[in-house]
């Protein structure tokens, strides 16, 4: 089974600050997503990867950047945090490039709170 | 017009009723078809997927496809009170290498004993 694991469940953090998150994947997936999900507006694409150090914009990018140096790592890191990224970000994997059957597995999630 | 479209509900049903969600989407050249249940503070959870037209059945889930009209629904035959949940439509369209998934916003499901 495919497991994907994110640092933190629930996150507090303060304005101004620099955020962290993690996400892991055991399946030697290609493909990797960071999603916000907010009451509403559903699933928002900020950033994908399809390889080592290669990102593509999704979305909604504005105010994250990302970083993934290992295949199964993926990092989302908000600059400097600000209580509209107050959310639900969720790490998703799925086989990648070549296959059309590229469901996407996702990690449990972490709840974020900026004060 | 919204890539992929789901009725936003609730769509409420009784314990042993089947529940019927929809879902429409616009790229024509979309090749796969996904829907996840997510229950509420959860991540979304892969339930069935399907990329030929026609019905796909596993369980009480049935998909089933039918691109010409550009349409996938759910079918949940003797829904229970678990089943309670926001349910995802999800499209690999033609555009973007088979890479992403578009999302619909879900259809929250209530079945009530």
Known sequence: ?115 | QKEVEQNSGPLSVPEGAIASLNCTYSDRGSQSFFWYRQYSGKSPELIMFIYSNGDKEDGRFTAQLNKASQYVSLLIRDSQPSDSATYLCAVIPFSGGYNKLIFGAGTRLAVHP
């Open chain 1, 1 to 115: 089974d495919v497991k994907v694991t994110q640092s933190s469940r629930y996150l507090v953090k303060r304005t101004g600050e620099k955020v962290f998150l993690e996400c892991v994947q055991d399946m030697d997936h290609e493909n990797m997503f960071w999603y916000r999900q907010d009451p509403g507006l559903g699933l928002r694409l900020i950033y994908f990867s399809y390889d080592v150090k290669m990102k593509e914009k999704g979305d909604i990018p504005e105010g994250y950047s990302v970083s993934r140096e290992k295949k199964e790592r993926f990092s989302l890191i908000l600059e400097s945090a600000s209580t509209n990224q107050t959310s639900m970000y969720l790490c998703a994997s799925s086989l990648g490039q070549g296959s059309t059957y590229n469901e996407q597995f996702f990690g449990p999630g972490t709840r974020l709170t900026v004060l």
